[in-house]
């Protein structure tokens, strides 16, 4: 009768074998921590150890952060016929900017009205802008002719502020109605030193 021995591994077969585990489970993690594929999270990344050529073109490098107001409307504006220019401004809109930084602000409304000259100012601390149209008589009596004004300004806040769209009527009287009003105001990076 044949006698049954026991398998017993070399010592060269123990090290390939534990060589081998250690070299799968390597992969494995590694696969595992990149997903997806050619993505490297905040966890790999060094504070300091980027710089703007490890971006790529459209891509801001550093804090950015956007305060947005949007409102469908529609908002009624109502001018007083003996009212000075300065004193019927009205508000249309305005948006709080709780954080210091420098801030790209636009804003943009609709408006209808009947035969009226219309301005809008954008305010952001010292900075303004003005945008005007003249809105012509309506063809038809229950018609009213429309405006788009738009508005850009950068302002660097250094304490909390606010960000107001004010319309002003110069000629005409009546409502104004404004609709699709947008405030944004985009936090932006400045080079150190300015």
Request: charged letters at 15%; proline letters at 7%; a positive charge.
């Amino acid at each position: 009768m044949r006698r049954i021995t026991r398998f017993r591994p070399t010592p060269a077969t123990v090290v390939a074998t534990i060589a081998l585990l250690v070299a799968l489970a390597g992969t494995g993690t590694a696969a595992v921590a990149l997903v997806p594929r050619n993505s490297v999270g905040s966890e790999q990344v060094i504070n300091g150890s980027l710089r703007s050529k490890d971006f790529r073109d459209g891509v801001l490098p550093g804090p950015a952060s956007a305060l947005t107001r949007s409102i469908a409307g529609p908002v009624v504006l109502q001018f007083s016929k003996s009212a000075s220019p300065s004193a019927s401004s009205a508000s249309v809109a305005s948006l709080a900017v709780d954080d210091p930084g420098t801030y790209l602000i636009w804003a943009k409304a609709r408006f209808a009205a009947s035969e009226t000259e219309l301005a809008c100012d954008l305010i952001a601390g010292t900075q303004s802008d003005t945008s005007a149209a003249t809105l012509p008589r309506p063809l038809g009596p229950l018609a009213a002719a429309t405006a788009t004004l738009s508005h850009l300004v950068v302002q660097r806040f250094t304490a909390p502020g606010t960000v107001d769209l004010k319309c002003s009527v110069g000629t005409g009287t009546g409502e104004v109605v404004a609709r699709d009003i947008t405030i944004v105001a985009m936090r932006i990076a400045t080079p150190s030193g300015s």
